[in-house]
């Protein structure tokens, strides 16, 4: 029994779940804290006369009795980027669970997509990620997205020894902490990790075009700045023209979805040849299969 | 793995398909576009900066990958009746997915509703509808409900060969391509389908008499004049007295359910003899569980 | 197949369900009305042309066919007592159901929380429950909350002969018909139910203290004046100092969850030695496995 507890919506999460459950035999619960089920507090200490009835220390406690593995999603409220940074949700249930608690995504990483994002890059690769250009970039979009998902690209394309390219407008940066770890790893894997601030150049020779939006480092010093100094946001725009710049020009566009067509991609590239958007997400369901097996067997 | 994707309330569908599936082995995803998932965006070519962040075409092409078979449930929206005839939802995920989509109702059907009908009619048949009387009839509602599962109705009675006779008030036709597909069915198979405007002339003798409200043909000439002259609503509600005129008095009441007690027909019919919407309705957990064995084995 | 259906929230009730089916090889299904699924209409010989388009009749009759067992989840609406007594949900499904309905929790019982409630006393007298003194304390709420659990509570003390003392203010007292049964069924087993208005009288020996918060008694002469005279929220939340007045100090802190901590009972005893409520909500699973067994094969 794995028991997934959602605050934030999911489609292909939730869905590859269920189906690499269902395919080994295990079943999957789908839980919604405030919906269906009790709002939870997570602060400790105070005394809980508010709207939660349920604290979180019962609620992982008491789920590690029914589950065999908590999987938790919990998306940043994005008040406050130190607060973010710490992921309370997510770590009060680790803190609190009695069986593993796995990340279906938080504040700082989305390790499933990370780990089906290196299987298929791997399979772009010919096998071995090792040296092969990488473009990540970031891409226009209406709302100021966390950076859970290109963190996790750039933690498993360090892994894979990939030279990645992270291209993002000035005041756009990743996570220093994470970036500066990413490059360690990348080193050690014969790889590398530089920033560009012009997508076409990271996108030259690439073997895969990942595309993801997110919001300003709130926390770096040109961050207020970048928010009045909007990037030119149809030149960021992963279009036709820059995809046919990658590796003998059949590079692979990839995302993590949902996308938004003609904001952060025109239909023309997920249309095209060099879409592997689906393969993508299907490889979700197979490294969450070997998850589950690794850690329940 | 069967996805079933829900854009409207259920009650008998969701739950004989996760009845169906679970007798039969496999697992039935329950998932809510806008609902702990993604609103999806179903036009093409527009720039995706609203509130929808996945376009279908992704959203069908991924659960294709986790699902064997999709099924999607998507009521008219009701504000232009072209537009409803396209069925947008049902026949983008059935453009777009890469195994097969089952219809759980759209505007224009409810086939599984449809099977159980025809299962049950045959039965009430003694096996064999081929020039049965079956009574199709209109019935009041404080909504404009869509043509759906009559026009299931009219289809399956046709492929079994009954002599249906449909009996709405002026203004309420069923859609005019339906019915005249299915005179050409009902009439190589030795039966007809006939429309009367006096419910108890189509009740007289007939072995069933299916009562489903619906709203006015809004693509009739009449269908205007037919909203300031409303129909006798007390007369068209089914009661005892009109069960009495049907074969041997011994008729069946069928509905789809759920029905409106006292609107719709009378409670002393639903709790007579005559009813038979339970058996009517248990019969969808049988042809779903035929159709997923015709289609995934 | 099992079908839930939940008129109100659940965290332990439904995933200990899912779970025991999970485990059984039997397959749980989620329902609420309302949410997903049509609004039931309860009262009978009423025309439904309000906002239930489905009335619990019918809803009952089909799940019956789907399913094999249906567990019913419905609070009481705390707008008159006696409606609330008369558990018109439950016996409506218990009336119209053809296959056995199970109470997830009602207005005048949870019985599934009562048996695992009873497993867990009797590990803690060492088995046999008889004469062993057990505190049931009433417990401060920002709500007035239903005597569900606490009635069940005083049922399977009752059944196990405890020695049970039930600790209240004046004017919060028990149901007197649940009350006069427990005395009787008590006696018969060698045990007895007393009530206290002192919470410490109560819990010293006592081999655990079960908090519970429940509103005042609404049918009792003495509730309208109990509301203006609240008891002192401070002395009747549980604390350290009241839980080393148990049995050799090692008496068992037990509550149903969700709990309020610092309101019911203070965050010191919850993370303390005395708290089995991990232990008591894992029973949950059990005796619903050992009810669907039963019920079941």
Same sequence: chains 1, 2, 3.
Avoid at 111 to 132: F, N, S, V, W, Y
């Amino acid at each position: 029994v794995v028991g997934g507890v959602f605050f934030d919506p999911s489609l292909r999460t939730r869905v590859s779940m269920e189906a690499a459950c269902a395919r080994l035999g295990a079943h999957f619960v789908d839980l919604r804290p405030g919906e269906g089920s009790w709002a939870l507090e997570l602060r400790d200490g105070v005394p809980m006369d508010g709207a939660a009835p349920e604290h979180v220390r019962e609620a992982a406690r008491v789920l590690s009795r029914y589950a065999d593995l908590l999987a938790v999603r919990s998306f940043p409220a994005g008040r406050d980027p130190e607060e973010d940074r710490r992921e309370e949700v997510l770590r009060a249930f680790a803190r609190h669970a009695t069986v593993p608690v796995l990340s279906l995504e938080s504040a700082m990483g989305h390790p499933c997509q990370g780990l089906a994002d290196l299987m298929i890059l791997r399979e772009l690769a010919g096998g071995d990620l090792a040296g092969k250009p990488v473009c990540l970039t970031w891409a226009p979009h209406p709302k100021s997205l966390p950076q859970a998902v290109p963190l996790s690209v750039v933690r498993m394309a360090a892994v894979g020894g990939a030279e990645l390219r992270v291209a993002c407008p000035e005041g756009w940066d990743l996570d220093e902490e994470v970036m500066a770890r990413a490059r360690e790893m990348a080193a050690e894997r014969g790889g590398r990790v530089v920033v560009h601030r012009d997508p076409d150049a990271a996108a030259a020779g690439a073997i895969a075009v990942y595309a993801k939006a997110w919001g300003p480092d709130r926390r770096a010093p040109s961050a207020a700045a970048a928010r009045s100094e909007l990037p030119r946001l149809d030149y960021w725009r992963v279009d036709a023209r820059r995809m046919r710049l990658t590796m003998g020009r059949k590079g692979a566009f990839l995302h993590c979805l949902p996308v938004r067509r003609g904001v952060v991609v025109d239909d023309e590239v997920l249309e095209g040849p060099w879409s592997r958007v689906t393969d993508q997400a299907a490889c979700r369901e197979f490294v969450q299969a070997a998850l589950l097996l690794s850690w329940l067997l």
